[in-house]
Every structure is written in C-alpha cells, then in structure tokens.
C-alpha cells in the first residue's frame, strides 16, 4: 500500500510530490497527462527565479524534479473512479488498474468553461478552442476573436496577437480582472481591437467559424467576421473524485479545505485550483503552496497513527 497517492500532474501535484518523497513517504503520483493547465501558459513570467519562462519548460522542470526521487512512482493514466477501503483508499485507473493508497491528495485542477451558445459545440475544433495560447499559431495572418475577461483571455489575446492579422478582444465587462500587466501588453498592440461590453450569442460558420453574433452591435453590426474564437471564460474545479467520497464542496463549487489542505474526509487532502484554499486565487505560486501543505498534513496524518 502506498502512503499517499497523488491524483493530478500539474504545479501542485508535483510540489506535493516533493515534499511527500522528502518526508520519505511511498508517493504514487498519477494523472492523464503530464502538465496539466500549466502546459498551456505561453509565457509565465510570476515564479519566482524564473524572470521569463515558456509553461511546457517550467512543468517539464516540475516532472523532472518530482520523479528526481526514488519514494515516487509516476504513472500516465486517467483516474475514473476512488473508493474507501480498510486503511485507506483505491483507486481505479484506465485499463482496469487499481492501487491502495493510505493517504489521497486530489490536485486535479479545473476543467475549461464553455459558453452553451449555438454553433459552440458544432465548431468546436473547427475554430472554436478553449486556449488561446495553445491555438493561435494556427492563425497567422487570420482574425480572431477572444472571449473573456479574465488572465487566460487578456494573456490569450497578447499572444495572439503575435501572428494573427487582428484580434478582437471580446468582453461582457468594460473593465479586466486580468492582470494590469497583461492589459497594458494588450494595449499596445496596434492589431487589437477591444470589443466592450458586448455578450456573443452564436458562433456562425460553413465547414469552419465564418464569424459571431454579438448581442448588441459593434460599428453598426452585430456580426464579427472572424476565423477562429477562442473562449476564455475560465474553468471549474474538477471535483468529480472528491465528491465520490463525500467531501464537502464550498459555496463557489469547489472542494473545501482548511488551512493544512485538509478536506471533509480524514485522510483526503486538496491542493490546487480545485480546492477553496488561497482564496480562490488559481496561480502557480499558490498551487505550488498548497501542494507543500497538502503533503505535510498527510504526513503528519500517517504520523498521528492513522
Ligand atoms: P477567470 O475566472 O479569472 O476569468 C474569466 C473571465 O471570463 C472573466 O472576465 C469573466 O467575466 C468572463 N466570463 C465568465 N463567464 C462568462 C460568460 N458566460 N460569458 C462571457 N464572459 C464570461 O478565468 P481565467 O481562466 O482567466 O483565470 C483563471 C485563474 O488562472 C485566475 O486565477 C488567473 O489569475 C489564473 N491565470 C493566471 C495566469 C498567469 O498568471 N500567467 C494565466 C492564466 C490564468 P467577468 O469578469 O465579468 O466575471
């Protein structure tokens, strides 16, 4: 039986990780896809040491830290199900593999929110995706459109902005929650129209997106011509696990912890962007934190005699 297993590959699962193997716990460390969100960040410019780096590197640099030691076993499969066992928990992976664990720590982050607009689903993969910064090499030279307020939408746009002809920048808001950093970087890029205070209704196209309907007109139309939108509208905490075993799930939606990342569950601990910790600030720092905190409570619950 392993001492804790980790569900999630990502900034706080791989922290989790190190410190688990640091406290010389046996840490099967597993998820569908190495990474994570943070595979995603074109460019990370807020961890600390790193001025400037692409996301894919600073998660490989994660992988490779966390794997450095010999207390972990990491394994590429997608998890579908847990369930309490005497003395712990076990979990069900893809391919009809399972293993024990006396400690989980959930770091599953969040899954990408869609719109539920007409022409959405129909277009998705035809110009409609959900990652801007993944995506928008396939657009050199063409006109996008990005949706949201937010960092993932403003840092998308910026990024985008970097090969596509033009790019609008749509917003249900006149102001960003994204940060000013990221605005200004916008801003300043002559090929970026901010398109305010405006909802899109539909997602139009033949065999691709043609174009999209806002619900009030911009320049005397309601429709945008564009070749691809990118929905940046933020994610939900990926909670399906947790809430297999009955653990409490906050206001917002997501699993709740208390301040040493324990869950509702004895035994179960949370770190990342699906749990209420860090006041709901989803950030590599904060991830990261949790994730030391998470493996430092299943130790000191192994500890405790449990
Ligand atoms: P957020 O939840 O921060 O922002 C989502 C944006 O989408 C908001 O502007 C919101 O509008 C808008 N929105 C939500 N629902 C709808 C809807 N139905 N129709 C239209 N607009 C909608 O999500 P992000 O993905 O941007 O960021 C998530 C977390 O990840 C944040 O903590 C962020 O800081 C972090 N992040 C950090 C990055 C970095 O540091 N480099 C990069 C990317 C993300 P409104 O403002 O009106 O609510």
Request: glycine share 12%; hydrophobic share 40%.
């Amino acid at each position: 039986m392993e001492d804790v297993i980790i569900i999630g590959l990502g900034c706080a699962g791989y922290t989790a990780a190190i410190y688990s193997a640091r406290y010389k716990l046996k840490t099967f460390l597993v998820g569908a896809e190495a990474g994570g969100m943070g595979n995603t960040a074109a460019e990370v410019g807020n961890w600390p040491g790193e001025i400037e780096i692409r996301g894919p590197d600073l998660m490989d640099k994660f992988k490779a830290h966390a794997t450095s030691f010999k207390e972990v076993t990491l394994k590429i499969a997608y998890v579908k199900d847990i369930q309490k066992i005497d003395g712990g928990f076990r979990v069900f992976m893809e391919g009809d593999q399972t293993v024990d664990g006396k400690t989980v720590i959930f770091a599953t982050g969040s899954n990408k929110r869609h719109l539920g607009i007409p022409g959405e689903t129909e277009f998705s993969g035809k110009g409609v995706t959900y990652c801007a910064t993944c995506d928008a090499f396939f657009y050199r030279n063409k006109t996008v459109a990005v949706i949201g307020g937010g960092d993932s939408a403003v840092e998308g746009a910026a990024i985008a902005a970097q090969v596509a002809a033009k790019v609008y920048l749509v917003h249900r808001k006149n102001s960003f929650r994204a940060e000013p950093f990221w605005v200004e970087k916008v801003k300043e890029k002559k090929n970026v129209e901010f398109v305010l205070e405006r909802n899109v209704l539909e997602v139009h196209g033949d065999k691709k997106v043609t174009g999209i309907k806002l619900d009030q007109p911009w320049n005397g139309s309601d429709m945008l011509t564009v070749d691809g939108v990118f929905i940046e509208i933020g994610s939900n905490p990926a909670i399906d696990l947790p809430l297999k075993l009955g653990c409490e799930i906050d206001e917002k939606g997501f699993m709740k912890v208390d301040e040493a990342q324990r869950s509702s569950v004895p035994g179960i601990f949370g770190a990342g962007d699906l749990t209420s910790g860090s006041n709901h600030f989803a950030q590599f720092t904060t991830a990261a934190g949790e994730g030391t905190v998470a493996a430092n409570s299943a130790f000191n619950f192994l500890q405790s005699g449990h």
